[in-house]
Structures are given as C-alpha cells and as structure tokens.
C-alpha cells in the first residue's frame, strides 16, 4: 500500500519561496499521476498542480502557472512542488495524492502560511 508524507510548510512572506515535498513508500511514484492540491479556511479542496511521469505531462491551475513547478525524482520516490513568488491566497493545507485508476491515496496536509 503506498503512504505519502508531504514536508516543507511554514509561514512566509509574500514574494518568497518555498519547496514542498512528497515522500512516497511502498511502491514507486511513477506508476501513479502525482498530484497537489490545497485547502484554504473555509474553502473547498482544490487542484493545484500534478505530473504524470509515464506520460511526461505536467499541469498546473492558473493561479500558479508561472510561480509553481512540479517535478518527481524517481530515485527518491519523491514528488516536490517548488512555489516561487508566493501570495497571501496560496496560504492553506496542502495534501499530495496520487492516483492509479482505482487506487486513490492522500498525505496529511503540510501547512503553508503566507504572511507578512
């Protein structure tokens, strides 16, 4: 059964950086379609960003095209989501999931604050 833990969230100023990671276990990330998505207080879980490494495709919501990149290092068999110029609206929970047609698996969230 494959387990994810995702890593990185802190509190940052606007306009500043921050590298997100998704540890994966019990088997390899690129069988599945890897996937970011956050939560906002009081807002719906949304998509954010994911990569398909069998079929080399990447996307990202328009929010973060440009400020955002998703990418998989298969030899650590982890998924890392590199946030550039972050904004006070990019504040929330952000979980991994990765998908494989039937099989659905979450991390537990990692807390991004973005805050002067």
């Known amino acids: 059964q494959l387990q994810l833990v995702e890593s990185g969230g802190v509190l940052v100023q606007p306009g500043g950086s921050l590298t997100l990671s998704c540890a994966a276990s019990?088997?390899?990330?690129?069988?599945?379609?890897v996937g970011w998505f956050r939560q906002a207080p009081g807002k719906e879980r949304e998509g954010v960003s994911y990569i398909s490494s069998s079929e080399n495709i990447t996307y990202y919501t328009d929010s973060v095209k440009g400020r955002f990149t998703i990418s998989l290092d298969n030899a650590k068999n982890t998924v890392y989501l590199q946030m550039n110029s972050l904004k006070p609206e990019d504040t929330g929970v952000y979980f991994c999931?990765?998908?494989?047609?039937?099989?659905?698996?979450w991390g537990q969230g990692t807390q991004v604050t973005v805050s002067s």
């Open positions: 019990g088997s390899t990330l690129d069988n599945y379609v």
């Open positions: 999931n990765a998908d494989h047609g039937t099989e659905d698996y």
